[in-house]
């Protein structure tokens, strides 16, 4: 070849970022897990983590991605079909999370009567999640909902009974079949309808008794619903008006007798991201569904599933953070500008410190909440899961799209083309801020939390009092707060200044007395006073920009 034209000699580019231990090389997530609970996980998720990391799984993410969901709603004769068909990488992903119980391992002691919880099971459990959202994020929404609905289940005893033994398998069973006949089952959720997602009291949804009607009967639903994500679940938890109010069913794709039950997908969405899980529009047609609990009791059935997913937001925020991050460091390490390496630019080191501290931070805050839900039945833990599962959904959420921008930013164009991984992560972390509760909804959540349980903010604020120390920065912050909810006028206009406020005042202590000194004295001080900045890499001139850089760092 003439060497005049050999234009296309790769020069000063970043090795691809894989085969990466994607628990081994994250120091925040390992003190994490040890910390609150996790650590008898350790060496499992070292395994999990390394084939999460490996070239092998980011290939899986991306075939699965480029490559979405298809809906078939007829077969070539015009026979109904209502099936979504996926790409094998999907499904691959699906078989390794739930190999690894990411659907169900903290309930494993539901299936024998008796059993008691495993110590730290959310938290190896979300750490899985962490990770396994990295190698590809649509396929966590099944393995979410899944998860959080075994507690609806549970409150109707012989609906449990039938489905726990097929939910709590390591099985995927991808096959479109009678629950009966499958190796396993997952479930998904139906609340939202176009009138309203929030406000699911006006969903029009009806439900009507097939016989005597009442907890575990057979209900007839007509209506629809304008998001329900993984459509190809074996089941789905539903709000519907009974003729007693707003009601919880299990609806499922197969009926007793073997026949399919009368979902009608009407198209699946065209999403900004998470490309790779269907979410459908659906119209029940008269369709069979179980009653959960009582009739009118809808919203405390389902609650307790909505509140397993926000706690999933969150990790799953942290883990996609921390991907955009360690995927940003990686290539600043290889790439030089000016004779010297990205990563030692100072103006450099200043935005990617600033952003490790954010993912650190968010990381430290959502193990902690996790930790709270392996021991609700302690006083303080179930407190620290009321008051602070809106507060860490909404703070670590709405931190996700800000990091991975910047973080994209610090790959320059490399960062911006759809075959990287930043491209991906950016159009993939708004979802989290808005599914299972949006921003303002959150804040509200947790307005209401200190009308109705305010004992839940004296014990937490006396946690974080003690958390704090002697640390003057914290101290004044929490004063802040206290003044702040000395003004009860101004609440509802201030509830997302609160909700921010106990997200920091909360992380910042967990890094005062988990972190090294260098991160816990950097994000303190340029989260909880200092001036205001609207952008990141400032503020951060006089911290060990170069130790918390390293810290965060893959490898
Ligand atoms: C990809 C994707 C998948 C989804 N999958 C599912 C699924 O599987 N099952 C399911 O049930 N739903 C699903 N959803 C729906 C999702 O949960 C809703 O979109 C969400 O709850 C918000 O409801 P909405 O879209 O109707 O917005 P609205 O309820 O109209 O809210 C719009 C905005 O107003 C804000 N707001 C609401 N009330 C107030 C208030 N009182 N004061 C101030 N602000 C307020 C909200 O925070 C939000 O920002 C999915 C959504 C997406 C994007």
């Known amino acids: 070849m003439n060497s005049a034209f050999t234009t296309h000699e790769v020069l000063n580019q970043s090795p691809p970022f894989e085969n990466v231990n994607l628990f081994a090389s994250d120091r925040a997530l390992m003190e994490a897990v040890n910390r609150e609970g996790g650590g008898a996980a350790v060496e499992r998720l070292t395994s999990f983590g390394e084939a999460c990391g490996s070239a092998d799984a980011f290939e899986r993410g991306r075939l699965a991605n480029e490559n979405p969901p298809r809906l078939k709603t007829f077969d070539s004769k015009g026979r109904r079909l209502d099936v979504v068909e996926f790409h094998p990488a999907y499904h691959e992903c699906m078989e390794m999370s739930v190999a690894e119980g990411l659907h169900c391992s903290p309930w494993e002691h539901a299936a024998s009567p008796g059993g008691k919880p495993?110590?730290?099971?959310?938290?190896?459990?979300?750490?899985?999640?962490?990770?396994?959202?990295?190698?590809?994020?649509?396929?966590?929404?099944?393995?979410?909902?899944?998860?959080?609905?075994?507690?609806?289940?549970?409150?109707?005893?012989?609906?449990?009974?039938?489905?726990?033994?097929?939910?709590?398998?390591?099985?995927?069973?991808?096959?479109?079949?009678?629950?009966?006949?499958?190796?396993?089952?997952?479930?998904?959720?139906?609340?939202?309808?176009k009138q309203g997602g929030t406000d699911v009291r006006a969903n029009a949804t009806t439900a009507t008794p097939a016989g005597a009607g009442g907890p575990g009967a057979e209900y007839i639903v007509t209506g629809h619903k304008w998001f329900m994500s993984a459509p190809m679940c074996d089941a789905f938890l539903i709000l519907a008006q009974a003729p007693g109010g707003l009601s919880c069913f299990l609806l499922p794709r197969f009926l007793p007798d073997g026949s399919v039950n009368a979902l009608r997908f009407q198209r699946l969405k065209d999403k900004l991201g998470n490309r790779s899980n269907a979410s459908s529009e659906v119209e029940f047609q008269a369709a069979h569904a179980w009653l959960i609990g009582e009739e009118g009791r809808g919203v405390p059935a389902i609650i307790e599933m909505v509140t397993g997913t926000r706690l999933d937001c969150a990790i799953g925020s942290a883990g996609l953070m921390r991907l955009a991050l360690a995927n940003?460091?990686?290539?600043?390490?290889?790439?030089?500008?000016?004779?010297?390496?990205?990563?030692?630019?100072?103006?450099?080191?200043?935005?990617?410190?600033?952003?490790?501290?954010?993912?650190?931070?968010?990381?430290?805050?959502?193990?902690?909440?996790?930790?709270?839900?392996?021991?609700?039945?302690?006083?303080?833990?179930?407190?620290?899961?009321?008051?602070?599962?809106?507060?860490?959904?909404?703070?670590?959420?709405?931190?996700?799209?800000?990091?991975?921008?910047?973080?994209?930013?610090?790959?320059?164009?490399?960062g911006y083309v759809e075959e990287g991984l930043a491209a991906r992560l950016y159009r993939e972390l708004p979802l989290n801020a808005i599914w299972e509760g949006s921003g303002n909804v959150m804040a509200l959540d947790l307005l209401r939390v200190l009308q109705r349980?305010?004992?839940?903010?004296?014990?937490?604020?006396?946690?974080?009092?003690?958390?704090?120390?002697?640390?003057?920065?914290?101290?004044?912050?929490?004063?802040?707060?206290?003044?702040?909810?000395?003004?009860?006028?101004?609440?509802?206009?201030?509830?997302?200044?609160?909700?921010?406020?106990?997200?920091?005042v909360a992380s910042g202590a967990i890094l005062r007395a988990h972190a090294p000194a260098y991160v816990a004295d950097a994000f303190i001080a340029t989260r909880l006073s200092g001036g205001a900045h609207q952008t990141y890499g400032q503020g951060l001139e006089w911290a060990d920009t170069r130790a918390i850089i390293a810290r965060a760092s893959a490898g």
């Open 118 to 193: 495993m110590a730290g099971a959310n938290v190896a459990r979300s750490a899985g999640c962490y990770m396994a959202i990295q190698m590809e994020a649509g396929h966590q929404c099944p393995v979410t909902m899944t998860n959080a609905s075994v507690p609806a289940l549970l409150l109707q005893p012989e609906i449990a009974a039938d489905w726990l033994p097929k939910i709590l398998t390591r099985h995927y069973d991808k096959s479109f079949q009678p629950v009966g006949t499958k190796r396993g089952a997952t479930i998904g959720m139906g609340m939202t309808e």
């Open 453 to 504: 349980e305010p004992e839940t903010l004296e014990i937490v604020m006396e946690d974080l009092d003690a958390a704090a120390g002697s640390d003057p920065q914290l101290k004044t912050h929490l004063e802040r707060i206290q003044t702040m909810l000395h003004e009860p006028r101004l609440l509802e206009q201030r509830g997302r200044g609160l909700a921010e406020a106990l997200a920091t």
């Open 328 to 414: 940003a460091i990686h290539h600043c390490r290889h790439r030089t500008v000016f004779q010297r390496t990205l990563v030692d630019q100072p103006l450099m080191q200043q935005v990617l410190a600033d952003l490790a501290l954010d993912v650190e931070a968010a990381t430290a805050l959502a193990f902690r909440l996790c930790r709270s839900f392996d021991r609700a039945s302690d006083a303080h833990a179930a407190a620290w899961r009321r008051l602070m599962t809106p507060v860490t959904k909404y703070w670590v959420c709405k931190l996700g799209p800000a990091v991975a921008y910047e973080a994209m930013e610090c790959m320059g164009g490399n």
